[in-house]
């Protein structure tokens, strides 16, 4: 099983939906999250960072399910400028050192 | 502009050849890390910095690798006798701290001819 595992999508949205996607990790030990999203030939930029059950922030919405080891986004009222790659981002070790990105998923928004 | 600055944008060489890269993170932070992307995935993490001190390397980072930060500030990436597997978007990245969000820089495209 890969250390962090998201659906590759592309997942096409209707502009004003709502879609959400999990993230998957293996390590339990793992405390915290974050989620990046990246747009084509672009850098990561951070999106959202999450430490306990949860965090909201306007559309979007993060939460966490530590028995079940994933992470899910959900973004409400689709804009198109959320068009993107999102990618899952977990910290493997006690020194909290490296980070494990998963691979993205993409989201298509579409007029 | 303050935030993570990537020196060169792009770089074409030919198989065999050195390249460096350059790094200048966010002055107050004190973690620097290095990663490397290829088409379809996320970043793979290489290696990264407390300051001056190397604390982890991936075993992805062949000994044709080293980085360096010789004074805790910017950091440097050399890859000796490239490879054409060597192909990828080099991104280095910048914390506060081991438990703060990471801030990206626009990256180095590398193509290896």
């Known amino acids: 099983r890969k250390e962090v595992e998201q659906d590759p999508g592309p997942f096409n949205v209707p502009e004003g939906a709502t879609v959400a996607f999990n993230c998957t990790y293996s390590?339990?030990?793992?405390?915290?999250f974050f989620w990046y999203r990246q747009d084509c030939r672009k850098e990561p930029k951070l999106l959202m960072s999450?430490?306990?059950s949860g965090n909201e922030d306007g559309r979007f919405t993060a939460q966490l399910n530590r028995a079940s080891q994933y992470i899910s986004l959900l973004i409400r009222d689709s804009k198109l400028s959320d068009s993107a790659t999102y990618l899952c981002?977990?910290?493997?070790?006690?020194?909290?050192?490296?980070?494990?990105f998963g691979a993205g998923t993409q989201v298509v928004v579409t007029p | 502009d303050t935030g993570v600055s990537q020196d060169p944008r792009h770089k074409i060489t030919k198989r065999g050849q050195n390249v460096t890269f350059r790094c200048d993170p966010i002055?107050?932070?004190?973690?620097l890390y290095w990663y490397r992307q290829t088409l379809g995935q996320g970043p793979e993490f290489l290696t990264y910095?407390?300051?001056?001190?190397?604390?982890?390397k991936s075993r992805l980072l062949s000994d044709r690798f080293s980085a360096e930060r010789p004074k805790g500030s910017f950091s440097t990436l050399e890859i000796q006798r490239t490879e054409q597997g060597d192909s990828a978007m080099y991104l280095c990245?910048?914390?506060?701290?081991?438990?703060?969000?990471?801030?990206f820089g626009p990256g180095t495209r590398l193509t290896v001819t």
């Open positions: 981002v977990v910290p493997l070790t006690d020194s909290w050192g490296k980070f494990q």
């Open positions: 390590n339990s030990a793992s405390q915290s």
């Open positions: 002055s107050e932070h004190n973690r």
């Open positions: 999450v430490y306990s």
């Open positions: 910095f407390q300051n001056e001190a190397q604390l982890e």
């Open positions: 990245a910048s914390s506060l701290g081991p438990s703060n969000e990471q801030y």
